[in-house]
């Protein structure tokens, strides 16, 4: 059960969040640019806190997997018997 929870974390955040960001990676720098154009700080300001809290939600993502990917590793171990 651990494993099939570990997988479906690592496919829905990790590859589809990758995939997400890297779209919005390619549009940051026309979105910046149009904003700039038409002299709209709103836009820019909202756009910067969004991507903060893109790479802060990245982040977040990897500490995760790694905590997952522990607990998953550590639960297949064989278990010592104290004797």
């Known amino acids: 059960m651990r494993t099939k ?3 479906s974390f690592l496919g ?3 590859i589809y969040g990758s995939i997400i960001c890297g779209y919005a990676l390619c549009a940051i720098p026309d979105f ?3 904003a700039w154009n ?3 700080l709103i836009s820019i300001s909202a756009g910067l806190m969004q991507g903060s809290l893109g790479v802060l939600s990245r982040a977040l ?3 995760w997997t790694v905590i ?3 607990e998953v590793l550590r639960s297949s171990e064989p278990k010592e018997k104290s004797s």
Request: hydrophobic letters at 50%; aromatic letters at 12%; charged letters at 15%.
């Open 32 to 34: 910046f640019l149009m």
């Open 61 to 63: 993502n990897i500490y």
């Open 68 to 70: 997952i990917a522990r």
């Open 12 to 14: 829905s955040r990790l």
């Open 5 to 7: 929870n570990a997988s």
């Open 38 to 40: 038409a002299n709209d």
